[in-house]
């Protein structure tokens, strides 16, 4: 399935991604900052795009001018999530090349994950987490109307082999911002 914004495109990600899967998430800005690995090489981009990235929901952020993916957004539901959420929540997970931020990119993204998850999946609750430290996360969250819900401190991270914390935000569907 694809979902499309103003200046984006929302689509399963391709093994043909690879080169620009790795162009960005080879920063060490990026995937530490996310919760993952800097990848090594173009093939190990392709084998995360094969073994994660493909997963149902994950998203590649294409810019429409481009046709180029510059980062990744994705909407899981119940099971799927990171955290434990019963089946009708979901959780939002994203990041971007570092040559795009500031830009709204982002934020345009997951405002997209918000509408699709409340209106066309029917979901209550949709939950964003990010590690402390990771500011540009925090604002996403900020922008995009999730509000403060709770502090997991001292979560041992496995992707990471490290100790995190993370602050958890939440969107509830019948407490939505207008503007989004």
Excluded at 81 to 102: A, F, R, S
Excluded at 111 to 137: H, M, P, Q, T, V
Aim: negative net charge.
């Amino acid at each position: 399935m694809e979902l499309q914004t103003e200046r984006l495109i929302l689509r399963p990600w391709k093994e043909s991604d690879a080169e620009s899967c790795y162009e960005y998430a080879k920063d060490p800005q990026v995937g530490p900052e996310a919760g993952w690995p800097m990848h090594t090489s173009v093939e190990n981009s392709r084998e995360i795009i094969r073994e994660v990235l493909s997963a149902d929901g994950t998203y590649a952020v294409v810019l429409k001018s481009t046709g180029k993916p510059v980062g990744c957004a994705g909407l899981t539901v119940g099971e799927a999530c990171n955290m434990p959420v019963p089946e009708d929540e979901g959780e939002i997970g994203c990041w971007l090349g570092t040559p795009y931020w500031g830009q709204g990119i982002i934020p345009e993204a997951v405002k997209e994950l918000i509408r699709y998850g409340f209106e066309e999946l029917g979901l209550k609750r949709i939950w964003y987490a990010y590690f402390d430290g990771n500011e540009k996360s925090k604002r996403v969250a900020e922008k995009c109307g999730f509000r403060y819900h709770h502090t997991n401190r001292d979560l041992e991270w496995k992707l990471l082999n490290k100790t995190v914390t993370e602050h958890v935000y939440v969107l509830e569907k019948n407490r939505r911002n207008d503007e989004i």
